[in-house]
């Protein structure tokens, strides 16, 4: 089965799991799978309940909410990657971005090629330096970083290795989603308003993602960048 032939049953199948178990929606799912994982990228759902959130500022309901749905369907649509679609998922992440309101859904293979061997691309171990400096602001220096591109528009990076012995300790008192809250707010913030690029980037980024899988001490930041102008570093 081809990458767009997979790509396309994915994206189908959580159009249908939505409508199924919500009784709505995306308005547009998009796939892109590569020889490391598969992204979906889910935009607006549950539109007027989330908007309606956001403009009452009910973060904590916003939150609930989209936690509650996502991590839902999440174990259905994994086991339909796996056993139907025949990829290896071994781990998921997932994040929103409020300015659109989309979800982005990160699963990492069991072998992903990104973890075996390096894809250079122009100024790489500058935006590593770059990571590793912001990271050290909040946590430890990660103690292995790897990046790559999906398509044109996406750049994923991988950290591993971040976690001081306070979160760890966390963790293990199984504080997890707490955890993951506060970092998410903290890490993206400073991601956002300082981009690991030094200047090297001249098109928009219209979102970012964060996520953790806590019990592999890594995580995964998602960048994802504006169609509408075509020159970025990655040419």
Known sequence: ???????????????SLFAEHFGISPA???VTVNDSCVIICAERFLQPIVESMIHEASQGALQSTRELMVGY??????RYIFNDCGLPVET??????DDDLSCLIFMMFS????LRENEPYPEQNKVHRNIATLTYDFQRFPEKIYSFWMERTMLVIV????????EKALIEDEHCEVLRISKRRVEKKKFCEEPPFGGIANRSVKGIYIDWIFPDDRSILVYVFDKAQPKLFYD
Do not use: Q
């Open 111 to 114: 072998e992903p090629a990104c």
């Open 92 to 97: 998921h992440a997932y994040d929103w971005n």
């Open 28 to 30: 547009r799912v998009s």
């Open 159 to 166: 950290r591993d290795g971040t976690l001081t012995e306070v």
């Open 73 to 78: 369907l999440m174990p259905e649509l994994c």
């Open 1 to 15: 089965m081809s990458n767009y032939t997979v790509s396309d049953t994915i994206r189908y199948k959580t159009l």
